[in-house]
């Protein structure tokens, strides 16, 4: 791609610390603190550190398996809106994102999962007030999430997750078991089903259909019992998941006084493992704001 202008305004991601290969359930947060710019841009600083547990050899054999969690401090870069001048094109991988797209939080949590906060610049963009050269000089779909690597563009929330795993070093979130792997792409393949049929419920009267497709989740977290995620360990069946659960269960509860937990003790279990995971959490969004951002998309009256 061509060089054109650079915003000197525009601020890089700090380098990532050495990879801790721990579980997820034994990192905690130390610090968190979050903090308002002067321009009025919310930027966040995370630090965290492992604690030491001492565990039986049972409870260690219950465990699931280990990944590697970046112990990262990262100012999370200013939103590019039409007024925004574009980054040099140089060569520079850059992940462009917006950070209330459940698609583009996939790719964001793989990054951060396989800590590649010092390789992989993240570029935020304002959907509702796009700056011109995203679709001229960047992807032409004019969609989030795109990554710019090797002189390419390319786009799509699950290929971009696959390319991630694949292109760069850093723990593998794809199974080597080939049954595991078979059901991972079967699995992959149904979120777009998944989404479709409760994002339909929101404008009609669907529950039945909604439980449905709630129901055949938490029979597929039964399906293997090496740990709590759907297929036994973390991997990218997980990820592709948890930006819309984290989206339908507070706007479901809030909009039709249900939780979607109830009576699925899997899907509970799943999500309060999925909160434990530090690449996970530093994506996450409050929820009061993603239940007004579909609100506003759904035009419920409440």
Not at 166 to 172: L, R
Not at 270 to 296: C, F, G, H, S
């Amino acid at each position: 791609m061509k060089n054109h202008y650079y915003n000197s305004s525009f601020v890089t991601s700090p380098s990532a610390t050495t990879a801790i290969y721990k579980n997820p359930a034994l990192l905690s947060p130390l610090s968190s603190s979050i903090r308002e710019s002067s321009l009025g841009n919310l930027q966040r600083s995370y630090s965290y550190s492992t604690s030491s547990l001492f565990l039986s050899k049972k409870t260690r054999a219950q465990q699931t398996p280990t990944m590697a969690i970046g112990s990262v401090q990262e100012v999370l870069p200013t939103v590019l809106d039409s007024t925004s001048l574009p980054p040099l094109f140089d060569g520079t991988t850059r992940l462009y994102v917006s950070y209330t797209c459940p698609y583009s939080q996939r790719v964001w949590i793989t990054r951060n999962c396989k800590c590649l906060q010092s390789k992989i610049q993240l570029v935020p963009i304002d959907l509702q007030n796009r700056p011109t050269w995203y679709k001229e000089k960047v992807y032409p779909e004019n969609k989030v999430p795109s990554l710019e690597h090797n002189n390419q563009v390319r786009g799509e929330s699950i290929e971009l997750m696959k390319y991630l795993d694949t292109h760069f070093k850093g723990p593998s979130l794809f199974p080597n078991d080939p049954t595991k792997r078979e059901f991972a792409e079967e699995l992959l393949s149904y979120t777009d089903t998944f989404n479709k049929t409760v994002f339909t419920s929101f404008k009609e009267e669907a529950e039945k259909a909604v439980g449905a497709a709630l129901d055949h989740l938490e029979d597929t977290l039964s399906k293997f019992d090496d740990g709590p995620f759907f297929l036994g360990q973390f991997s990218l069946v997980d990820i592709a998941y948890a930006p819309f659960i984290e989206r339908f269960r507070p706007f479901i509860l809030q909009v039709k006084k249900y939780d979607i937990t109830t009576g699925r003790p899997k899907l509970a279990a799943w999500i309060e493992e999925m909160n434990k995971i530090e690449a996970y959490k530093q994506t996450q969004r409050d929820p009061e704001e993603l239940v007004e951002i579909y609100k506003k998309r759904f035009l419920v009256q409440v």
